[in-house]
């Protein structure tokens, strides 16, 4: 294994006055040792991570780090700068600069060796012995570690003798006998455990685990860390994690998991929350066990900590927060409605509408008949539709409160099953059951008891509530509102039926894909999602498919019949927008919307009005929840359904060419490049990976 630092590797007096100016100054270096193929490379990655998160670290240190395919086996070069250089910590610009470099399948050996040296970066003495080194191959020897960075005393200098201890004084005896009584009987230690993980796995993950330790010794704490990085992770034994009274979280990607340390006082950070100030974290995990609080986000949380979908930022208001369980919730219910839903499409496509009264298969299967296997497609399907309203349910639960509200959600959204309520009842239990477990955490309960509390008392307690309230108080009221929901869209006829078409189009194309959009699907599916839905159900059912197919056929359109006032990048997209429309993927037209939002959603918002207006106004019917084209077959009045479609996108096209064609400068279509920024059509290269993920 070749050394990870060599004296070639080291630049004394860097001269560089900016972060990007210093790591390419030091990758140059790389370059040139043969450790890195692709300066430009390599650079993009470096700055790619600098992005997601700052460098910087108090005390006057750098350490850009990345993984990149262009690094051929990991490296360090390390620059000292007298003039020093803003990384973005909070104390200031940096004097120590150490560029890591990791390949994209480091192994192991190389990675812990990289752990070693930011554990290192820890150490006071360490980084005063960098300082002060006035020779490269000494600081490459000291952060392989071949030198030790505290001076050792001189052979000369015999060490001081250490005085005899005193005798004890006769008067003394009693106080002594009663100390050494105190002594024979320690006082447990304070317990904790910690997670540390960061994005690349390499440098913050370990600097936190060793700047938690220092601060643990020091408050006299009992600390262990499992450092969740590259090179993998070590899991801490469950008996620790039973024995600890706190859980420290320092990270910025998901724990992984992370259900193991249910039941206790946790304070969830950021990873340099634990480098910075890791002194305070103990503290307050100490008084969250005092206070007997269990599994309370930290104020300092990072936004998208695991669960990634859970709760709410700090500082987020309440409709904020309900709109993330809500669609926590519908999340986790669409592949259900996908898979049962085409399931039962395709049974109908080969056996008809009657297969839905067929024998139940457990009982009759006959291998050669088409009939048997329409009626095992069909029940399998409404098998997993079944789990809709329950999985609604326990999953907006799951978003308010994670794992312990899991069993009364489910529990929750089963009754409102059983009761008629339906996906308002799924709902509403959701809401109730992650309500009734946030209030019960709140207890302060005995040390004892804190380990049963998530898997027993919990569950036992939320549950009966939860079950008390939907079948004896709020369930039937519930279910009435739901029928009376149900006979008014039967009813619906006329100017009524087209004014929803009118409302669902305008959901549906507002924010292709996003919350607004996933309401209006989710209002469609859960009215199909019986096993004898209403005609009004299938009608909405319709309106919501064809409206969500018009942005991104009439994008592909508009870039077909006026190229010239899109760019190359959104002239390709359009070409993926054929399809991506014609399958019901309203996401085809997000990279339009991105590089202009005020053109192309309100042109894509007007075409999926009228699209949904026309569908309800031909009484076209739609038993399946996904499909676009390609489900046609089991469309009622297909081809009023198809004109409904095109007259839509047609109205698109024409509108998002009229905005776009009233720009006093269009690019010019020879460069095929994005210049005019998002408010003048351009891409920007972040919109353009957009595009390709998409």
């Known amino acids: 294994m070749s050394e990870l630092i060599t004296a070639d590797l080291v630049d004394l007096d860097l001269s ?21 193929t692709d300066l430009d490379g390599f650079l993009a990655d470096v700055a790619a991570r600098e992005e997601q998160m700052p460098t910087g670290l108090d005390g006057g240190i750098g350490i850009p780090h990345c993984r990149s395919a262009h690094v051929t086996e990991p490296t360090l070069a390390f620059g000292r700068s007298a003039a020093r250089i803003d990384f973005g910590a909070a104390d200031g610009p940096a004097d120590l600069i150490f560029l890591i470099a990791a390949p994209a399948g480091a192994d192991s050996d190389h990675l812990t060796i990289l752990s070693s040296l930011a554990r290192q970066l820890m150490n006071a003495d360490f980084t005063a012995a960098l300082r002060s080194a006035d020779q490269p191959e000494r600081v490459a020897a000291l952060i392989r570690g071949e030198e030790t960075a505290a001076a050792e005393p001189a052979a000369s200098e015999p060490a001081a003798a250490e005085p005899a201890p005193a005798e004890p004084a006769a008067s ?53 860390v499992e450092t969740q990085g590259s090179a993998g992770f070590d899991k801490l034994p469950a008996a620790t994690i039973a024995a600890a009274d706190a859980v420290v979280f320092a990270h910025d990607v998901e724990v992984r998991e992370k259900a193991r340390f249910a039941g206790k006082p946790t304070v969830d950070v950021g990873v340099k929350a634990a480098i910075n100030r890791p002194a305070e974290l103990i503290a307050e995990a100490r008084g969250k066990a005092a206070r007997g609080e269990i599994a309370a986000p930290a104020d300092g949380a990072a936004e998208g900590s695991a669960p990634m979908d859970a709760d709410g930022a700090a500082g987020d208001g309440f409709g904020t927060r309900l709109r993330k369980w809500l669609m926590t919730g519908v999340s986790y219910m669409v592949p259900f409605v996908a898979a049962g839903g085409l399931l039962i499409a395709l049974a109908f496509a080969i056996g008809g509408y009657e297969i839905a009264s067929a024998k139940s298969v457990a009982d009759h299967f006959v291998w050669t008949e088409t009939s048997s296997w329409a009626a095992l497609l069909f029940q399998i399907g409404s098998a997993a539709f079944t789990f809709l309203v329950p999985v609604l349910a326990g999953y907006i639960a799951y978003g308010m409160a994670d794992r312990p509200g899991l069993v009364p959600g489910f529990v929750g959204g089963y009754i409102a099953t059983t009761i008629k309520a339906g996906f308002l009842g799924g709902l509403v239990a959701g809401l109730i059951a992650g309500a009734v477990v946030m209030a019960i955490q709140r ?38 509102a ?130 949904g207006a026309l569908s309800m106004a031909f009484d076209c019917t739609l038993r399946a929840p996904h499909g676009g084209i390609f489900v046609v077959p089991l469309i009622g009045q297909p081809f009023l359904y198809l004109l409904a479609i095109v007259a839509g996108t047609v109205v698109s096209t024409g509108l998002v060419v009229f905005l776009k064609g009233l720009r006093k400068t269009a690019e010019p279509e020879a460069t095929g490049q994005a210049g005019g920024g998002a408010a003048a059509g351009g891409t920007t290269e972040d919109e353009s990976k957009v595009a390709v993920a998409v």
């Open 172 to 224: 003394d005896s009693a106080a002594a006998s009663a100390a050494s009584q105190t002594v024979s009987e320690p006082v447990a230690p304070f317990r904790i455990v910690a997670v540390t993980s960061c994005p690349t796995g390499i440098a913050h993950t370990y600097m936190a685990a060793e700047s938690l330790e220092n601060a643990a010794r020091e408050a006299g704490v009992e600390l262990v």
């Open 16 to 36: 560089a006055d900016t972060k990007e100016a210093a790591a390419r100054s030091l990758a140059e270096r790389m370059v040139e040792a043969g450790r890195v």
């Open 443 to 480: 207890f302060k309960v005995p040390a004892s008891l804190r380990g049963i509390m998530p898997v027993v008392v919990i569950p036992l307690v939320s549950s009966a509530i939860v079950g008390v309230l939907m079948f004896v108080v709020i369930g039937k009221p519930i279910a009435s």
């Open 482 to 611: 739901q029928s009376a929901m149900t006979d008014w869209l039967n009813g619906l006829s006329g100017a009524n039926a087209i004014g929803l078409g009118v409302l669902l189009g305008l959901m549906m194309c507002f924010d292709l894909g996003g919350p607004v959009n996933k309401v209006a699907y989710a209002f469609a599916t859960g009215g199909i999602a019986v096993s004898d839905p209403s005609t009004g159900s299938l009608k909405i059912m319709a309106a919501v498919m064809a409206a969500g197919m018009v942005p991104p056929l009439a994008m592909a359109l508009a870039t077909t019949v006026r190229g010239r006032l899109f760019t190359k990048t959104e002239r390709e997209n359009g070409k993926a927008a054929w399809v991506l429309g014609a399958s019901f993927i309203s996401e085809g037209a997000i990279p339009f919307a991105a590089a202009d939002p005020l053109r192309v959603i309100p042109s894509s918002m007007v075409g999926g009005a009228v699209t």
